[in-house]
């Protein structure tokens, strides 16, 4: 029995597998933290242009975007363990008191005058909930929230919901809406008009609000509840809705489209919600599903790995406006008033630091979650110590250099001598494997909580990005307006000045486009430039002759009906992506690209097809010569430069990026003046790249 059990556990359990799960344990803190980081960034953000902004302690409101991206104090040159430790006690505080600070919000609201109100919403408030950054943080902000809306002043519940609706725990609700509604309204070309269009506009109002109900599901659950609580506690339904609508939905759903190539159609949506706003009555159906039932949920991040803790990133600010307010509507408890008089900050700046928060309640039970072994049962074996010297001799061989060949050597041994100590070496060697097993089991439950928080992360990626691309390229276009010498180091040097700290590749990738546009009449000859028209006309005249001769995979052609007309749909709903590059500015080009070529290969994948005749047929039916325009640019002067790779996924996007170019050769690959052409003004303008 215990050689069977042996030989099984030998072939699958890993020698060390500590290291496996010290490993997981180390990736899964790091990207806690950067969650934590990138959470906070995005929801100070919206601070930045409020009318209420600080006057006092605050950074000035044009440094706050550079100072929030300040890196945490890791080293603790600006505060002591001692004080990380009276935070914890302050944050426990506030968590068994959500009461108080209501109170203290109230209070602050009343001394408008101080501004410190809107910091405590949009700052001190989420510091002390870890911006919302996991389930845990968000169950502690919960009840906080609960007792909040609890009060009958709407304008402080409203702005202090603000920043817990607004943030990457509803990013999935704000992009199913723009993936529904906004790409066909994006669509649209008769939106493409600096004049509104009343009449078009109100041929979306039914489409958004379907989508919006449809959409409603992705909420949280604890953000669906606070909903209905509101009404339930007797708030006027329409008033609940304005909120969601207006102060929630519709401005994330902008900020959303800011952040996309189709800036252009950015004010014709703010039209389409300004005349929601003055008529809400088309959107009351709305009301009726928030008694839906949530199907998104933001993963544990502590819980999950056997974390005794949760984690906080706040910073002097924070807590001293924190203290103060506090001050005003309650009486501290001892240990607090002590670290206020004697061990307080030298210095009340923004720099964070990172708060470990033990929690003394028991572990609750995760209902979501499986305790009992399910890889490696409960396996128990009987060791027969009778004899000490079978240990003895056990250990010695253990610490022998040739251990593994003289264990081997004995269970393999059919002599009648070795026969008792054979067993033994077994049964021990299996225990071992046994409690090898249970760790490499651990390891293998943390491995999936990882990749369930991994794919949280890049929902927080894609929420921050959306955040920090507008206040990148806005400070990009200032500085380009100053003359500079066209260098790698010099551009390298622009693009990291308008990041001010931010870390996206996306971002970065949309400032160099902004450069390469910005320098590029400049550095190429004017007559370079006159071929590259030449190129663009003759791959118009081209490509309505290739048409005819390009043939689609089988499943774009035979199989189930609803398979052809699903594939046939995705498909062309990505031509129609591409065929858009001819309304949006150069900066976005890279961009909408990708996102083409990205639901192309979606398709591909699915039908393991050839994969440059589908991205062929995209290309040659987007009806766009400027295709091959800004393809020929961005390939020598963004995606052929080498600081290209810092900016990109390099596993997807330049895979992505050679198929385009093969697609666009094999195009051309009829037409041997046309591809000499094509290829000697790539020649030519490769002579001309930044370096």
């Known amino acids: 029995m215990n050689s069977d059990l042996y030989e099984k556990l030998q072939h699958v359990v890993p020698n060390v597998p500590e290291i496996l799960l010290e490993d997981c344990s180390s990736r899964s803190a790091q990207a806690r933290e950067e969650i934590i980081q990138q959470q906070r960034i995005a929801t100070i953000i919206p601070l930045i242009r409020e009318d209420s902004y600080p006057t006092a302690l605050i950074p000035p409101r044009d440094d706050l975007f550079s100072?929030?991206?300040?890196?945490?104090?890791?080293?603790?040159?600006?505060?002591?363990?001692?004080?990380?430790?009276?935070?914890?006690?302050?944050?426990?505080?506030?968590?068994?008191?959500?009461?108080?600070?209501?109170?203290?919000?109230?209070?602050?609201?009343?001394?408008?005058?101080?501004?410190?109100?809107?910091?405590?919403?949009?700052?001190?408030?989420?510091?002390?909930?870890?911006?919302f950054s996991s389930n845990e943080l968000i169950y502690n902000a919960f009840s906080f929230y609960c007792s909040l809306v609890n009060i009958k002043n709407e304008k402080v519940i409203d702005y202090a919901l603000i920043p817990f609706y607004c943030n990457a725990c509803t990013y999935r609700f704000i992009e199913m809406i723009y993936c529904q509604f906004g790409l066909q309204f994006c669509h649209d070309i008769r939106l493409d008009s600096p004049k509104t269009q009343t009449e078009v506009l109100k041929m979306y109002v039914e489409p958004l609000i379907n989508t919006i109900i449809q959409s409603f599901p992705l909420l949280p659950q604890t953000h669906i509840f606070l909903l209905k609580f509101m009404i339930r506690r007797g708030r006027n339904p329409k008033s609940v809705l304005h909120f969601f609508l207006h102060r929630f939905t519709l401005p994330q759903l902008l900020r959303y489209v800011k952040g996309t190539p189709?800036?252009?159609?950015?004010?014709?949506?703010?039209?389409?919600?300004?005349?929601?706003?003055?008529?809400?009555?088309?959107?009351?159906?709305?009301?009726?599903?928030?008694?839906?039932?949530?199907?998104?949920?933001?993963?544990?991040?502590?819980?999950?790995?056997?974390?005794?803790?949760?984690?906080?990133?706040?910073?002097?600010?924070?807590?001293?406006?924190?203290?103060?307010?506090?001050?005003?509507?309650?009486?501290?408890?001892?240990?607090?008033?002590?670290?206020?008089?004697?061990?307080?900050?030298?210095?009340?700046?923004?720099t964070p630091f990172w708060v470990k928060l033990y929690s003394r309640n028991p572990k609750p039970f995760d209902t979501t979650f499986?305790?009992?072994?399910?890889?490696?049962?409960?396996?128990?074996?009987?060791?027969?110590?009778?004899?000490?010297?079978?240990?003895?001799?056990?250990?010695?061989?253990?610490?022998?250099?040739?251990?593994?060949?003289?264990?081997?050597?004995?269970?393999?041994?059919?002599?009648?001598k070795h026969k008792e100590f054979k067993k033994y070496i077994i049964c021990k060697d299996t225990q071992n494997l046994i409690d090898r097993s249970r760790t490499f089991e651990r390891y293998l439950v943390h491995s999936m909580s990882l990749r369930t928080l991994t794919q949280w992360q890049?929902?927080?990626?894609?929420?921050?990005?959306?955040?920090?691309?507008?206040?990148?390229q806005q400070k990009m276009m200032s500085l380009l307006k100053k003359k500079f010498t066209p260098t790698v180091e010099s551009i390298e040097s622009i693009v990291n000045e308008s990041l001010q700290g931010a870390c996206s590749p996306i971002v970065r990738q949309t400032l160099f486009m902004m450069v390469i546009n910005h320098l590029l009449n400049a550095i190429v000859p004017s007559e370079l430039m006159k071929k590259l028209d030449r190129i663009t006309n003759?791959?118009?005249?081209?490509?309505?002759?290739?048409?005819?001769?390009?043939?689609?995979?089988?499943?774009?052609?035979?199989?189930?009906?609803r398979s052809v007309l699903?594939?046939?749909?995705?498909?062309?709903?990505?031509?129609?992506?591409?065929?858009?590059?001819?309304?949006?500015?150069?900066?976005?080009?890279?961009?909408?690209?990708?996102?083409?070529?990205?639901?192309?290969?979606?398709?591909i994948r699915i039908g393991?097809?050839?994969?440059?005749?589908?991205?062929?047929?995209?290309?040659?039916?987007?009806?766009?010569s400027l295709i091959i325009y800004r393809f020929m640019i961005i390939n020598i002067f963004v995606v052929k430069q080498k600081t290209f790779l810092a900016m990109t996924n390099e596993n997807t996007d330049l895979f992505l990026w050679s198929r385009l170019e093969s697609a666009f050769l094999k195009l051309m690959a009829s037409d041997d003046k046309l591809m000499t052409s094509f290829l000697a003004l790539q020649d030519d303008l490769m002579a001309y790249q930044i370096k």
Request: net charge negative.
């Open 538 to 561: 003759q791959w118009d005249q081209h490509i309505m002759l290739q048409r005819e001769s390009i043939v689609l995979p089988d499943m774009f052609r035979n199989g189930p009906k």
């Open 67 to 131: 100072i929030i991206h300040s890196q945490p104090d890791d080293i603790m040159l600006s505060v002591t363990p001692q004080q990380i430790q009276y935070v914890a006690l302050l944050t426990d505080f506030i968590l068994k008191n959500p009461s108080h600070l209501v109170k203290a919000l109230e209070s602050q609201f009343d001394q408008d005058h101080n501004k410190f109100f809107i910091f405590m919403c949009f700052s001190v408030i989420p510091s002390f909930y870890g911006f």
């Open 458 to 472: 890049s929902v927080v990626q894609g929420y921050y990005t959306t955040m920090v691309l507008p206040i990148a």
């Open 608 to 624: 393991d097809s050839e994969s440059t005749t589908v991205v062929q047929f995209a290309v040659a039916f987007c009806d766009c």
């Open 370 to 416: 499986n305790w009992r072994p399910v890889v490696f049962p409960n396996y128990e074996i009987t060791i027969d110590n009778s004899n000490p010297e079978f240990e003895r001799t056990y250990r010695r061989m253990k610490s022998s250099e040739d251990s593994n060949k003289l264990l081997e050597m004995i269970k393999k041994s059919d002599q009648e």
């Open 566 to 603: 699903l594939m046939n749909q995705k498909l062309w709903a990505a031509i129609e992506h591409l065929k858009c590059i001819k309304h949006i500015k150069f900066e976005w080009s890279l961009k909408l690209i990708l996102d083409a070529l990205m639901q192309l290969d979606e398709l």
């Open 262 to 350: 189709f800036t252009s159609h950015f004010n014709q949506l703010k039209a389409l919600a300004i005349s929601l706003r003055d008529d809400i009555t088309p959107c009351t159906r709305i009301l009726s599903i928030m008694d839906s039932t949530s199907l998104f949920e933001v993963p544990s991040a502590f819980s999950v790995f056997d974390a005794p803790f949760t984690q906080l990133l706040v910073t002097p600010c924070d807590v001293h406006i924190m203290i103060n307010a506090l001050q005003q509507v309650t009486e501290l408890p001892t240990h607090l008033k002590s670290f206020k008089e004697n061990t307080y900050f030298s210095h009340i700046d923004m």
